[in-house]
């Protein structure tokens, strides 16, 4: 493409109002976009709270503005980086909440417990030694020091017949 062409797509682009149209939308769901935000961590708040003094019982209401906010948010971020011509709310409906599958939704399963044992501090105290090695040459005195853990260890016990 030569030097003229390229100024007169530019000329062309500049003077294109559906762009400076689409930068207008850009700014307000810019603005739309930070109010999302700050309501997102309201129900972030709000939703900790209410699981942390009612025992793990989530808000459905609350859990499923969430799941709207989150696609409502996706959806600015589509149209802002041009990856779609839609735009979103007011300018459309007002997304639905996303439904997950059983295996993308953990929430309503109950939460696992530990299984796995602890080891008190006494215990592993007595579960590995630290035996030393010392060698002399000359001049020089090494130490050598290997970590043993006697749980794994297995002794020549004599066997009965």
Known sequence: ???EN??????????DKSIW???LYMLLFAFLYSAAEFVILAVVVYQFL???????????????????????????????????EDKP?????????KKLSPE??????APRKRTTTRKT???KAAAKKTT??????KDETKTNETTVDESTQTEDKPTST
């Open 121 to 123: 501090p006494a215990k």
């Open 1 to 3: 493409m030569s030097e």
């Open 50 to 84: 209410h699981v942390l003094l009612t025992g793990g019982d989530k808000d459905e209401r609350v859990k499923n503005l969430g799941s709207q906010l989150s696609v409502y948010v996706y959806q600015i971020l589509q149209f802002q980086t041009f990856n779609t």
């Open 89 to 97: 709310f007011p300018m459309a409906d007002w997304p639905a909440a």
């Open 6 to 15: 390229k100024a007169y797509d530019m000329n062309t682009i500049v003077k």
């Open 132 to 137: 030393s090695k010392r060698t002399t040459t």
């Open 21 to 23: 149209i689409r930068l």
């Open 104 to 109: 993308e939704d953990k929430s309503k399963t």
